[in-house]
């Protein structure tokens, strides 16, 4: 199948502008003749639901959680870009743009990005409106701090609970839509299949949590807003029920997967601190704008935080800042991530030897406690928690830890997938981060995909098929879907066998991370490949999941989610095996600059893949998207 991305001709900083006069409109009248189904309700679905109804659209959207309120996105602390310049420090649409794209290792799309960027002032004045409360400066003026991979300070935050402020927001917006009737709120839902017929997405199959019943929607469009899958690496700082079930059903009904292996680590979390961890906790990446990265200079194994101060400043290394002297501490996700792995690896960890310390001892003496307090008063308060540790009075202690999925389904300029009338918002699309993702620019792009994309776009699609090309759900494709999504259910009850779902995904997500984690080679990943196969055979003969399937059941739902994530893991596996270079968070240590720094290649790389499912024990096909630099020279990235 030929790609096509839909990028519009032309410059750069018209693409978007000239996209949208282009793209057909359907009349105010019409839009209530047409059905749009939303599955994810955070930042990107609640934004994108809330919009299409404001158009008049009819909307059903779904979620697994109790309220759309309680999505992932909650969950974001540090802040959301946008380059409104208010600084004056130079920020611009274009220097956000270039950021962005060179944050990525130059493996995203040109046009997508300069459009995030460009929308990216909308949304801040969207959320204002909306009454989301932005730290403010003395003088009444939104306030900006600085994130990772950018010397400007262009991120808007409120406190270190941006997300869940943001996605009040868009609760708000979405919550007064169902008031109106214009959206049909379904919770505990779970979506388990994509009905396609004609080779167009017609609606979607889910199962009542509570009830176990199994139920069919039909709509237009279908639209995929359901988050990221870095719970494939069973530990990560995403929430326990964030999984890849429905973009990978998705996937398998003919929507290509694309960039599965990106990955992106985050430097800043706490360590694993045993076994018997379900999941692990993010540290805001806000908290290298004032907290310094070191480790001693010569191994101190089991070194503790209070013991740090005793150190002298010259037997300290503040490695990212002797490494990265122009960024120092803000250095990208990936870079750090890797730098944090190094020392660690040469023995100059930290506490359980898989830690560095992150310290705010200068940041106090010069700011005062208080301010710190001021800006980071939660993040602290939850690290004492978790570590009983007092972050004010010895350093943090902190290591990279799975944290952000930048691959996804596979989207055209539109947020089409490659199923017509399918379109994927948020994180689970592949579309605007390349090969890592800048913080910030998360919450950044699943607004923009919500509030200022999906609109117009779905437009276009509506207006060429009109609102007659609807399939009920009488039609012999949706009792098909809801008869293999039953049978599922039955015969992961019916297995009854000696493992237990969490051993399995604990299993996976060792096998992950040992060997497509921080760094890859060939060798690793081709053992992955034969354990994951391994583990997916045993999976269907040996798992025990106990209860029924009429009740709540949260054994259920967790094995549904392993087994694709046991799928989506083994095509990770092979999309980093095809990439033998090394870009952004995929470090393929066949590929490294002689100071250890990620090698691209892009005579042979320079591609976005899209991988296409052939059915269940086939190998997947890869397709390449080409992506053109007309603006941007490739260089090697340099933070230094
Ligand atoms: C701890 C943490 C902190 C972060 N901080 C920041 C930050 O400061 N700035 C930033 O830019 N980014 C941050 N991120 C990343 C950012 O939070 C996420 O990328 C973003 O919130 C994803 O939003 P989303 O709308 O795409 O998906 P989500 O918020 O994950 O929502 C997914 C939705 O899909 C629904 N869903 C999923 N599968 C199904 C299914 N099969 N059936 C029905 N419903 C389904 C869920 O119920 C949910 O409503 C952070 C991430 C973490 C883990």
Redesign the pocket.
Known sequence: MKLDSKIPEGPLAEKWTKHKFNLKLVNPANKRKYDVIV????????SAAASLAELGYNVKA????DS?R????????????AAKNYQNDGDSVYRLFYDTIKGGDYRAREGNVYRLAEVSVNIIDQCVAQGVPFAREYGGLLANRSFGGAQVSR?F?ARGQ??QQL?LGAYSALNRQIANGKVKMYTR????DVVVVDGKARGII?RDLITGKVDSHSAHIVL?????Y?NVFFL????K???A??IW?AHKKGAFFGNPCFTQI?PTCIPVSGDHQSKL??M???LRNDGRVWVPKKAMPGLKSKDAANIPEADRDYFLERKYPAFGNLVPRDVASRNAKQMCDEGRGVGSGLAVFLDFTDAIKRLGEDNIRAKYGNLFDMYAQITGENPYKGPMMIYPAV??TMGGLWVDYNLQTTIPGLYA????NFSDHGAN?L????????LAD?YFVIPYTVGDYLATIGWTDKIETDHPAFKEAMDGVNERVNKLLSIKGKKTVDEFHRELGLTMWEYCGMARNEAGLKKAKKIIQDLKAEFWTNVNVIGTSNELNQELEKAGRVADFIELGELMVDDALARSESCGGHFREESQTPEGEALRNDDLFAFASAWEYKGDGQPEVLNKEELKFENVKLTQRSYK
């Open positions: 599955v994810g309700t955070g930042l990107a679905g609640a779904f979620c697994f959680q759309p309680r999505a992932h996105s909650i969950a974001a602390q540090g802040g959301v870009n991120t935050y941006t997300g996605l839902s779970e979506m388990l889910t995929l807003c359901t988050g990221g870095s990560s700082t995403s929430a029920g964030c999984n079930t429905a059903r985050h906790t993010l805001s990446e806000s944290h952000y918002l948020g994180e689970c993702r913080g910030a620019s998360a919450l950044m792009q699943g919500g």
